[in-house]
């Protein structure tokens, strides 16, 4: 049986509509540290909590207060964190994403195929779009260009 507390990290994150491995980008973790605390095979450090709970609030300062009260009603024993009675919060139903979100989203899971951290691939598109900027290329004119390419890439793999 999974604790109150790796519940609350597990709907927190799914409240704001993020996966493990997007959330984890934004902690900049790995996934599996994401899997351990919703999994209850380990809790995040003191640091990671506050940075888990400001990111949650960022997005749903709902969830990350449900967050925040989570790991307020645990104690300390032993050196390691107990949960302490209460059942887990409800599942909160993910909100509408903002534009920003899903572009974020976007980034995060495009990141994720090319295996790149998501940092540079932000640093490139920021290039990418100051030289079509330069050279007067609208972004409808590029996206014809990319879905272009595509379809050209579809068809010679069939």
Known sequence: ???????????ARAAVGLTQEALA????????AISRWEGDRSVPKRRRR????????EVNPEAGAALA????SATTQRGRLVVLGASPPPAAAPPPLDAKL?????????AEELDVPPG?????????QKRCREANVSFEA?????ESWAETAMTTAK
């Not at 980008?25 to 599996?32: F, N, P, S």
């Not at 506050?50 to 609030?57: D, F, M, Y």
Request: proline share 0%; net charge positive; glycine share 2%.
């Open 50 to 57: 506050a940075a888990l709970v400001a990111t949650i609030s």
């Open 120 to 128: 540079r691939l932000r640093s490139g598109l920021v290039r990418w």
């Open 25 to 32: 980008a934004r902690l900049r973790l790995k996934a599996r």
């Open 102 to 110: 899903a572009f974020e989203l976007a980034l995060f899971a495009l």
């Open 1 to 11: 049986m999974v604790s109150s507390l790796a519940q609350a990290i597990r709907n």
């Open 142 to 146: 590029a996206q014809r260009q990319i």
């Open 69 to 72: 009260s989570a790991f307020a």
